[in-house]
């Protein structure tokens, strides 16, 4: 009788350790395919930063170009205005307008010297370089985690568990065939 | 003593296990690293990653012991001591006698070190690695055995002596100097501070293992270390049979026969284990192969969608330039009309601003931006480059297993298919013409 219940304790404690160890496995599973939504939204932070970012700069970029061609044009025309005056009252209107044309621009060269426009088309550049990193690592980071869960998935026992829970495969990061192709640079 | 023989065989075949444990372990870390193809530091991608390179840093540590400029270093003092010891025992007729015997022994008075992340440079760029976590194989930098004349001996020691101590000092220190060639197998991910990987600690990655040994050599330790652990576990697991019928009064000589059975039952369930290691050694091979080919992916994806828009800027950035140099000549070319004593519209006072500001904007400034653009294009194309060539040549040592023996009997149980490598179309083969003329 002793003998039977210490067999059929060993029996269940058996059974509790194998139970326990396929839970550990099904949380394994569970945990990786988390993180692979995880690292899924992770590309989207970064994506949606690029959506919000981007056209901003661009403006800003743009609206700095303007005011800086349009302080030169009038430098130019104020000049040639000058230039063309013949009578005195004229002159004097025109040199008048020369002076606060070309103080505007010197003012503007000298309280931001780092910040004329081609800085601002090199800072741009070097922006819409970097944010594509970032996406490109985010998106590294979500294949790194999909290799993680797909490589769980498929090693044995796990194979066995993930069959019968129902885990599937995660895809991986894919660029449709047309975008694969090197764009063309044309100027 | 002869109660607890029964249990000796069990002990033996549990250490035996153990040891088929430990060396499935070396055979999947010698596997791991002939099987991953070394990335270079600025094709990094996030993953499990392979380099070569040298350790640099600008403010590197400076070792203990050897005062050498290194990014880690270890070290420690031990001290020499001798006592003789007294000890009382029961001789064969039973009386209780006395003995005397001599032992000595190195105890550790003192041991420290440090390490700091530091740049694994190589031929194309160089990239952080933080060691913490890591498996360090350092280089030996300091060996020395000394007595209290050498002003080492206090210098570098504790003042304290230990109990029976001789007075000799044993002074040890390994480290990773500046400029050592290194080998790292480890997880990268993406760095906190700038847009760049860099290569820490990760509990779910299979390795983290920085050496100062050449790639061949670490495999080859991992190869000694799985056959030696398999025979170490063979011999275990005879043992303990051997030792229990010793303790049963058996001749070991006559019980031959079962000890061959029981190292052939060892060598089956090793294989059976081996089976196991290669099958999921394989299947994470495979899924290793997607992953470089999805890294490819990202690549391609990054070049589409930045190029264009990078050549858009500049080209923006060409046409303000043009229309603000036109009017930067007018303005040139006004204030040089109107020299000081020459009859004409007088802007004398003017002349010297307008200079001003043309100074300010030199000619060219687009220049900068194609240059940019020149290097990003480059950049960029090297990345691919990196990218398609890592992914060959993991597809090639993937396609090798399913080849080889005896891994190609394993393969098919996977259902695991060779991977068709990437290949440059036809018109892609020709050289390129450079062509200025349109």
């Not at chain 1, 992770?42 to 994506?47: A, C, G, N, S, Y």
């Not at chain 2, 206090?154 to 029976?164: F, L, R, S």
């Not at chain 2, 284990?273 to 490819?296: D, E, H, I, K, P």
Request: net charge negative; with cysteine.
């Amino acid at each position: 009788m002793t003998a039977f219940l210490i067999a059929l304790g060993i029996l269940l404690g058996l059974a509790l350790l194998v139970v326990l160890w396929l839970v550990g496995i099904y949380n394994g599973l569970v945990r990786l395919r988390q993180a692979v939504k995880n690292a899924w939204a992770q590309i989207d932070v970064q994506l949606k930063r690029r959506h919000d970012l981007i056209p901003n700069l661009v403006n800003t970029v743009k609206g700095y170009a303007a005011h800086e061609k349009d302080t030169f044009e009038r430098v130019v025309n104020a000049r040639a205005k000058a230039t063309s005056a013949t009578l005195p009252a004229d002159k004097i209107k025109a040199e008048g307008e020369l002076t606060a044309a070309l103080g505007k621009l010197l003012m503007v060269a000298e309280a931001y010297p780092e910040l004329k426009a081609n800085t601002n088309f090199l800072q741009l550049q070097g922006e819409l370089t970097s944010t594509e990193d970032r996406i490109a690592l985010s998106r590294q980071t979500y294949n790194d985690a999909v290799t993680q869960y797909n490589t769980d998935l498929q090693v044995f026992p796990n194979v066995v568990v993930a069959g019968m829970m129902g885990f599937k495969e995660e895809p991986l990061f894919e660029t449709p065939a047309e975008q694969r192709e090197a764009p063309q640079v044309q100027f | 003593m002869s109660d607890f023989a029964p249990f000796i065989p069990w002990i033996g075949l549990l250490l035996g296990a153990l040891c088929i444990y430990a060396s499935l372990r070396s055979g999947k870390r010698k596997r791991l690293v002939d099987d991953t193809p070394t990335s270079k530091t600025t094709g990094v991608f996030i993953g499990l990653v392979e380099l070569k390179g040298t350790a640099e840093i600008d403010q590197p540590l400076v070792s203990f012991l050897a005062e050498c400029k290194c990014v880690h270093y270890a070290w420690s003092v031990e001290e020499h001591w001798r006592r003789t010891v007294t000890e009382t025992y029961t001789d064969k007729d039973g009386r209780t006698r006395t003995r005397t015997r001599v032992e000595s022994g190195w105890t550790t008075v003192a041991s420290g070190g440090e390490m700091i992340p530091f740049y694994l440079k190589d031929d194309l760029g160089a990239i952080l690695v933080r060691p913490e976590g890591a498996e360090i194989e350092a280089q030996k930098v300091f060996a020395q055995t000394c007595g209290t004349g050498n002003p080492l001996y206090y210098g570098k020691g504790p003042a304290e002596a230990i109990m029976n101590s001789t007075y000799t000092r044993r002074f040890t220190e390994t480290a990773i100097p500046l400029h050592t060639p290194l080998y790292v197998m480890g997880q990268s991910r993406e760095r906190d501070d700038v847009v760049a990987p860099e290569i820490a600690q990760d509990n779910a990655a299979p390795m983290f293992l920085i050496s100062t040994r050449t790639e061949e050599q670490v495999s080859r330790g991992f190869g000694w270390a799985y056959w030696l652990w398999g025979l170490f576990g063979m011999a275990l697991a005879i043992a303990g049979f051997v030792i229990r019928d010793g303790e049963a009064g058996l001749d070991p000589g006559t019980r031959f026969l079962g000890y061959v059975l029981i190292g052939i039952g060892f060598i089956l369930a090793w294989m059976l284990g081996w089976a196991w290691m290669v099958f999921n050694s394989l299947v994470g091979l495979r899924q290793r192969v997607r992953q470089a080919w999805a890294t490819l992916d990202v690549q391609l994806k990054r070049r589409h969608d930045l190029i264009p828009n990078l050549v858009e800027v500049v080209k923006g950035l060409r046409d303000h330039e043009s229309t603000l140099q036109t009017e930067l000549a007018e303005l040139r070319s006004q204030a040089a009309a109107t020299p000081p004593g020459v009859a004409g519209p007088d802007f004398h006072g003017l002349a010297k601003m307008t200079i001003g500001i043309a100074e300010r904007y030199p000619e060219l400034t687009a220049q900068d931006s194609f240059l940019e653009l020149q290097r990003e294009l480059v950049n960029t194309e090297q990345r691919i480059a990196l990218a398609r060539g890592y992914f060959n040549e993991i597809a090639t040592f993937y396609n090798t297993r399913l080849e080889i023996i005896p891994d190609r009997f394993i393969a098919p149980i996977a259902r695991l298919r060779p991977q068709l490598l990437l290949a440059a179309t036809d018109f892609e083969r020709a050289p390129v013409e450079v062509q200025f003329a349109e």
